[in-house]
């Protein structure tokens, strides 16, 4: 299962950005798709997750300014991003877990997107 990320790039704070992460390949179901991010000498955190059902985590630093969504039908997982932050700057990552089409579990990352905030 492949993970292609889009919709990175520059943005001055207090703008919007809106990422999106298209899952392919051999796929039975998906369960939880989320975003991740990883700053400059810090580890990987967990942005927001939902599940297939909708149900939504974010993490505290982001609730209120980002929206995580999905098209179950496009196996696509959006997340919306307003009133960024310069301390919101770094790589983004995909992942989704679930079922392949063999019925053999995956957890997949996409390859990442940079997200830069200017102050």
């Known amino acids: 299962v492949q993970l292609v990320e889009s919709g990175g790039g520059l943005v001055q704070a207090g703008g919007s950005l809106r990422l999106s992460c298209a899952a392919s390949?051999?796929?039975?179901?998906?369960?939880?798709m989320g975003w991740y991010r990883q700053a400059p000498g810090k580890q990987r955190e967990l942005v927001a997750r939902?599940?297939?059902?909708?149900?939504?985590n974010y993490a505290d630093s982001v609730k209120d300014r980002f929206t995580i969504s999905r098209d179950n039908a496009k196996n696509t997982v959006y997340l919306q991003m307003n009133s960024l932050k310069p301390e919101d700057t770094a790589v983004y990552y995909c992942?989704?877990?679930?079922?392949?089409?063999?019925?053999?579990?995956?957890?997949?990352w996409g390859q990442g997107t940079q997200v830069t905030v200017s102050s």
């Open positions: 390949g051999s796929i039975f179901s998906i369960n939880t």
């Open positions: 992942n989704a877990g679930g079922l392949a089409a063999t019925m053999r579990a995956f957890s997949s």
């Open positions: 939902i599940s297939s059902g909708g149900n939504t």
